[in-house]
């Protein structure tokens, strides 16, 4: 399993980077808007976090439009900003039709806001290059998430499907280490996470 770096922290992830722990970064328009971020700088932060990670490691930016032609041009934007940049596409009808476009062109897409295997398995359908199930916030509604990324990477083995799970939304080593058993590709953790990883009381 690979780790991303879920954060827009650009410090957060030149120290990953240098632990050699990154295989790419997720980020999105409210993680941006924490470290104090301006929305109309958001492609060009995203160009700064390209710069930092170098091209070999994927960036997924997320796309804030609703409709499929917004997000269409505004992933073409996004996907211009450096080769290794992934447009980040949420899991709903627009997203789906709007992937399907974006895929054809070449663009990778990570669908975002997954939290079904049905919704899995049409984002794959649409040419999603990376589908991403939210555990921490099935758990916040009592459902299991690192269920939910078991069943998805259970599905796209049987039907020979080559999307890649990405576990999101990861709160605590507790989900780390689940979602590690799975067999999922990828899990993208915030940085308070990623140093939880490393330190033990012994
Ligand atoms: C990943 O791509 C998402 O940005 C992230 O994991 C969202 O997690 P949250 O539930 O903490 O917002």
Redesign the pocket.
Same mark, same amino acid.
Not at 168 to 171: E, L, T
């Given at each position: 399993m690979k780790f991303?770096l879920?954060t827009a922290d650009l410090a957060e992830i030149e120290e990953a980077a240098s632990w050699g722990a990154l295989a790419g970064v =997720?980020?999105?328009p409210?993680?941006y808007a924490r470290i104090g971020g301006k929305l109309d700088d958001f492609h060009n932060h995203i160009k700064r976090i390209c710069d930092i990670v170098g091209p070999d490691c994927p960036v997924?930016a997320?796309s804030v439009a609703m409709n499929r032609d917004e997000i269409i041009a505004d992933g073409r934007e996004l996907a211009d900003i450096a080769p290794n940049v992934v447009v980040?596409v949420p899991t709903m009808v627009e997203g789906l039709a709007a992937t399907h476009t974006l895929a054809a062109e070449g663009i990778p897409v990570?669908m =975002?806001?997954c939290f079904s295997v049905p919704q899995a398995l049409l984002a794959a359908r649409a040419g999603a290059r990376y589908i991403?199930p939210?555990?921490?916030?099935l758990d916040d509604i009592g459902e299991n998430g690192v269920q939910l990324v078991e069943n998805i990477v259970k599905a796209f083995k049987l039907y020979g499907i080559t999307t890649e799970v990405?576990a999101?939304?990861?709160?605590n080593l507790e989900h780390v280490e689940k979602v590690m058993l799975t067999g999922c590709q990828i899990a993208?953790?915030?940085t308070k996470v990623l140093e939880q990883m490393i330190i033990h009381p012994l």
């Open positions: 991303f879920d =997720t980020t999105n409210s993680l997924s997320e980040k990570n =975002t806001l991403s939210f555990i921490g916030r990405i999101a939304s990861i709160r993208t953790i915030p």
